[in-house]
Structures are given as structure tokens and as C-alpha cells.
């Protein structure tokens, strides 16, 4: 039976940069190791360090980027080609160089789009600063020591009120934070303080692939990072759990829906389908059937799992013409996969990573990212899917 390695963001306080590189070393990650693969980023004037301290009485592990006097006085506002390239350069693992460099185009991005202006127009301050680099390739790094087959948060404590920065005084979550949580769970707790800043907000953004509370697993360790300052009522750490499932076992208790319709506009069916895998289905089908008086229709055949049961089977009430349907229960066995967005010379494209080991793995480009892209280059598709297979397998590798 296979063993799937599992880590659980939970951001009750928020989440930054140097709380998760705390929370990941308290989980038991060898900061020396992480010390020494930064050395082939060639940045110089800083070192990097950590301290038990407590937060509300408990706990954490605060790690420091300490910067000497000369890198105080001048440290450059960098461009995100000058951190691509840095990164690009340095001797780092093929999938930590990609996973950096995606958190900084994800804040790239989302500055460019509050400022009025393009990726490659816009100059990092507080995150082009060396203790933002180290934070984001520092936590890449750390994730890919980890090693999980699955990434989960929580829905993230945002904090409120108002934060002072290099464009002056702005309110919690700032612009930026805030476009980064675009899609993902997010609360304030009452408390009038920046708890989620625009690193943490773009790191767990890229790696967590969903958001919910803790998941069925057998707890390995805990780790707790602890942010700069003491917090009222609430202890300000960033609590990371490590554990192992045997989910991956594939093996899974499912539910499958069916409906016959034999009286719908077949120009619905379309509409229904993005519905029913929005409510949680994993997957759709239909066949042609033959009903009562020799009538052609419809099977519709829906596979969920008990959590989204009740959503997928509302989706069917409201947005088909079936008066009822009928449900049981199913074993499904799957590989182990989780889902990634590579990026290849044509663009961002999806891709799913499946195998029960790193001997049997398969790798299949999401088609639809395909498509858009090849329709807007005007080059075939397959040249776009074989270019992400490629890309996908060295970064594999």
C-alpha cells in the first residue's frame, strides 16, 4: 500500500515569508542544508539565521535574514528579470529554480496590474529586498526537501486596519495581497494588523492545492514559525503539520449520481457539465439510452465524492429537467497525482503528475491550456502539448 506525504498550512495568524521558512525548519528541515544551496544565488551581505522565541507563551521558530551595514544602505530595487535571471543562474534544483520564479511572477504580475503597468516595467522594493529572495527560494527549497505528494491550507487570516510601505499608508490587506487571494478562502479575525503579506499570500497561493480544514492523515511532526511581532489575544506563529495518508492507496469511497433525460435543449448539456465539476464532481459522462414507448434520451452519469454530494445533486435539480435521481456507492481506484502549472516557451500551462513512484509516473498536459495557447500563437497544439511534456519531464527528472 503506497504512502502519501502531506503538509497542512495552517494559517490561522496569517502567513508571510519568514513565517514559513520558520514554520518549515521547525518541521524539521536542516537549515544548513538550506544555507548552502542559497550560496549559488551569489548574494552577498546577509546571513541567514534562526531562534526559538515565544509568541503569546508559545513557541516558535523565527528565522532572521540579518543584513550587514553596506547591503542596509544598498540594497537595489530589483526587476523581476534581474531575480529570474539571479535564480536562473544559481546551481538550485531545476523544480525550486521553477517554483521561485513562479511566486515572483505571480507578485510580479499582480503589482503590475494595481500600479497600471506591465511585469516588466515594475521594480520590487520590500520583495526585490534579499531577505524576500531568500524567504521565497528558502521556502521552495524547504518544500522540495519535504518532498509531500499533497498540499493543503487553511483559509487564511488576512488581518485588517491599515500598513505603511513604500507607497505610503495602506489598508489591510493591501492591493496587492489582496490580488494574490484572489480565489482562495480568506477572514479577518479583528485583528488590526498586516497578518498576511504579499509573499506569504503568492507562496501558498502556488503550492496549496486546495484549501480546507485538516485533512484525514496520521500526524508525522508540527512545526510552528513565528512572525516578528507579539499579537493581542492571538499567538502570531504559522503552524505547519506534516503527515502521511494512506489515501493514496488509491482507494476511495465515491458516489455516483444518475439521471435519464429525455426532454432537455442538448445545447444545456455544455452549461451542466462546467456546473456539476464546480460543485465537485471529478467526473461526467453521458451515453444515449433507449426509455419507456422506445423514447431516445440521456444517461446522466455524475462521480463525487459524500463531501459534495449534496451540491452536485442540487446542480441537477436546478439545472437539468430531471424530476429526480438515483444514487450508490462506488470504490475508485486512482494513481496518486497532483496537478502543477509549468511554464513553457509558448506560455503557462497546467499539467497532471500521476504514478504509484517516481519509476511508473505519467504526465499529461491539460489539453484546454493547450488550445489557448496554440489558438493565439496560430502553431498547432501538439506542438504546444509536446513542448509541456518536455518541460514537464525535466522538471520531473
Known amino acids: 500500500m503506497s504512502i502519501k506525504r502531506v503538509i497542512f498550512f495552517d494559517c490561522f495568524s496569517g502567513i508571510s515569508g519568514d513565517m514559513i521558512l520558520g514554520a518549515l525548519v521547525s518541521l524539521g528541515v536542516d ?45 537595489p530595487a530589483r526587476s523581476f528579470n534581474d531575480i529570474k535571471s539571479l535564480i536562473e543562474k544559481s546551481d538550485l534544483p531545476q523544480i525550486v529554480k521553477f517554483n521561485s520564479i513562479a511566486i515572483f511572477r505571480r507578485i510580479g ?37 519535504l518532498d509531500a505528494g499533497l498540499i493543503i491550507s487553511s483559509p487564511i487570516n488576512t488581518g485588517e486596519g491599515i500598513v505603511k510601505c513604500d507607497h505610503g499608508v495602506l489598508p489591510v490587506p493591501a492591493p496587492a495581497t489582496l490580488e494574490l487571494l484572489k480565489g482562495i478562502p480568506c477572514y479577518s479575525s479583528g485583528v488590526e494588523k498586516e497578518l498576511t503579506t504579499p509573499t506569504g499570500a503568492a507562496f501558498i497561493g502556488h503550492f496549496a492545492e486546495k484549501f480546507g480544514s485538516l485533512p484525514n492523515m496520521d500526524v508525522l511532526s508540527t512545526g510552528y514559525g513565528a512572525g516578528t511581532h507579539e499579537i493581542k489575544n492571538i499567538p502570531n506563529l504559522l503552524r505547519v503539520v506534516l503527515g502521511k495518508s494512506e489515501e493514496s492507496s488509491h482507494h476511495r469511497s465515491m ?35 433507449h426509455m419507456k414507448k422506445n423514447r431516445p434520451g440521456i444517461l446522466l452519469s455524475v462521480i463525487t465524492s459524500t463531501e459534495f454530494f449534496d451540491s452536485v445533486v442540487r446542480v441537477l435539480l436546478e439545472e437539468t429537467s430531471t424530476l429526480g435521481v438515483r444514487h450508490y456507492d462506488v470504490d475508485r481506484v486512482e494513481l496518486p497525482r497532483k496537478q502543477t502549472m509549468i511554464m513553457t516557451p509558448f506560455g503557462k500551462v497546467r499539467v497532471k503528475i500521476g504514478g504509484l513512484d517516481k519509476s511508473s509516473r505519467t504526465i499529461s498536459p491539460e489539453y484546454e491550456d493547450c488550445r489557448k495557447i496554440a489558438l493565439k500563437k496560430e502553431i498547432p497544439v501538439k506542438r504546444v502539448y509536446d513542448e509541456a511534456l518536455k518541460v514537464a519531464w525535466k522538471l520531473e527528472m
Open 255 to 289: 458516489k455516483v449520481i444518475e439521471t435519464n433525460i429525455d426532454d432537455m435543449n442538448p445545447e444545456f448539456y455544455d452549461y451542466v457539465i462546467d456546473q456539476l465539476f464546480n460543485a465537485g464532481a471529478v467526473d461526467v459522462f453521458f451515453a444515449p439510452i
Open 31 to 75: 537549515i544548513k542544508e538550506i544555507q548552502n544551496w542559497l550560496k549559488s544565488l551569489k548574494l552577498k551581505g546577509y546571513k541567514l539565521n534562526s531562534r526559538q522565541v515565544k509568541r503569546n507563551g508559545f513557541v516558535g521558530t523565527k528565522v532572521n535574514v540579518v543584513l550587514n551595514q553596506t547591503s542596509q544602505k544598498s540594497c
Open 109 to 145: 504580475k499582480v503589482e503590475a496590474k494595481v500600479h497600471g503597468t506591465t511585469i516588466n516595467r515594475i521594480h520590487f522594493h520590500e520583495v526585490g529586498a534579499i531577505d524576500s529572495i531568500i524567504d521565497i527560494v528558502g521556502g521552495s527549497l524547504a518544500m522540495d526537501l
